[in-house]
């Protein structure tokens, strides 16, 4: 029985264990299998990078007070955060890894930057 290539069909000569014919039809064959496997979670990641990206910009001192609407014009997704940290009166930070916001009143937010204890 003749063996073929996974990735362009090629009769496969080699060892009884060989599944591509060379490195180059195994590299397009794992990333056509990891492109579609993960397209969601490459969607999702993207706009998490772009939100950290934005937050930093707009944050360079670790705590600043901005516009909602000078988020948005920047491609902000308010929509998509890491996690939430509740304070003890109750008001609800989002997160995009270290960098947060509170959402505040007159379209106004309030931009953060997690400090880790123990780190300069």
């Known amino acids: 029985m003749e063996r073929l290539c996974l990735d362009c069909q090629q009769p496969i000569v080699g060892r009884a264990d060989k599944k591509f014919c060379d490195d180059q039809c195994r590299t397009n064959y794992n990333n056509r299998l990891k492109a579609d496997d993960n397209s969601p979670l490459k969607h999702i990641n993207k706009i998490l990078r772009k939100n950290y990206s934005i937050l930093k910009s707009c944050n360079p001192g670790g705590k600043t007070k901005v516009k909602r609407e000078l988020l948005l014009q ?47």
């Open 74 to 120: 920047k491609g902000f997704d308010f929509s998509y955060h890491t996690h939430l940290y509740t304070t003890q009166k109750g008001n609800t930070y989002f997160f995009c890894y270290d960098y947060g916001y509170l959402l505040l009143e007159k379209e106004e937010v309030l931009l953060v930057k997690r400090e880790e204890k123990g780190k300069p």
